[in-house]
C-alpha cells in the first residue's frame, strides 16, 4: 500500500463509523450472550419441574441466538448489514419437539406401603414362618 492510500482510508468517514458500530454491536453482543445464558438457565429449570421445555422461552432463545449469529458476522466484515435495531428482530422457526416418552410416576404412598407389607409377608411364609404366627423372641439362658 502507499501512503496516499494509507492516508485516505484513514480519514474515510465511512470506516470509522463502521468502528462506532462494531464498539455498539461488541457491546451488545456480550449483553445478549449474559441474555442467553440466563434464558438457557431459566429453560432447564422450567424443563426440570415440568419436562419438557417451554415454548415461548424456546423462542426467545433463538431469536437472541439469531441475533448474536447476525452481530457476529457484522463484526467480522461477513456482511455490511448491521443487526437489529437497525433492521427487524430476527424471525426464527422452531422445529417440533418430539414427544417425550412417558416417564416413572411414583406410586401413592399407600400403594407403596401395600408392597412392603406384601414383601414382608412373603417373606416371613419363605422362612417357614407362618402369617398369623407372631414373631418368636429369644429368652436369655439362666445357668
Known amino acids: 500500500m502507499q501512503s496516499e492510500e494509507i492516508t485516505h482510508n484513514l480519514k474515510d468517514v465511512n470506516q470509522w463509523m463502521r468502528i462506532v458500530y462494531m464498539v455498539l454491536f461488541t ?47 457484522f463484526l467480522s466484515y461477513s456482511t455490511e448489514e448491521k443487526p437489529f ?16 416418552s412417558p416417564s416413572y410416576t411414583a406410586p401413592a404412598a399407600e400403594e407403596t406401603v401395600a408392597e412392603y407389607d406384601e414383601v414382608q409377608e412373603t417373606e416371613s411364609v419363605e422362612e417357614g414362618g407362618s402369617e398369623d404366627k407372631e414373631p418368636e423372641t429369644e429368652v436369655p439362658d439362666k445357668t
Open 85 to 100: 435495531p437497525f433492521k427487524s428482530w430476527p424471525e426464527v422457526e422452531l422445529e417440533d419437539l418430539p414427544e417425550p
Open 27 to 73: 457491546v451488545l453482543f456480550n449483553a445478549s450472550a449474559f441474555i442467553l445464558g440466563l434464558v438457557a438457565v431459566i429453560q432447564a429449570i422450567f424443563a426440570l419441574i415440568t419436562g419438557r421445555p417451554n415454548g415461548n422461552i424456546r423462542e426467545l432463545a433463538a431469536g437472541v441466538s439469531q441475533y448474536i449469529h447476525e452481530i457476529a458476522r
